[in-house]
């Protein structure tokens, strides 16, 4: 009867892997689960360094969320110069809060803790709701205000 082969030195010791991983922003019309916004922002999440083009991915997010349960003739449009609430959208209030909801939660997952449906959101002038950049720019100037 043979004896079993000993291992050599190198089999026996523990092998430590180190990886970079490098996730990329997926266009909304790919992301099919609210994971996907998780896993597309964490790399901003780990440098804590939150730009516009992540508020604006996050908010198109959201947008294409909202469609995937809402029939053809009342898709939203996803684009970075959408409207959202107004006029020019299928979104009604309820719908607005929905997406405000899922919005607040991505940014949560950037360690961001924001309230859109604020009094200051509701007192403004020109509606932050009404379209996508108005409301990447008040997310952002919201997050440019120091934490109390």
Not at 26 to 39: F, H, M, Q
Not at 44 to 63: C, K, T, W
Not at 134 to 141: H, N, P, S, Y
Request: aromatic letters at 4%; zero cysteines.
């Amino acid at each position: 009867m043979r004896s079993p082969k000993k291992n050599s030195r190198n089999d026996q010791q523990p092998h430590i892997v180190s990886a970079t991983v490098r996730i990329r922003l997926l266009p909304p019309k790919t992301a099919s689960w609210r994971g996907d916004v998780v896993l597309e922002h964490l790399e901003g999440a780990l440098n804590m360094n939150i730009q516009r083009r992540d508020i604006e991915q996050i908010i198109l997010d959201a947008l294409y969320i909202a469609n995937l349960s809402r029939e053809d003739e009342s898709q939203l449009e996803v684009s970075p110069d959408a409207p959202i609430f107004g006029p020019d959208s299928a979104l009604d209030s309820l719908g607005l809060v929905s997406l405000l909801i899922d919005i607040e939660e991505g940014l949560r997952n950037l360690g961001l803790e924001v309230s859109l449906s604020s009094d200051r959101a509701m007192s403004q002038k020109h509606s932050p709701f009404r379209s996508v950049p108005a409301l990447v720019q008040f997310v952002d100037e919201l997050v440019a205000q120091p934490q109390l």
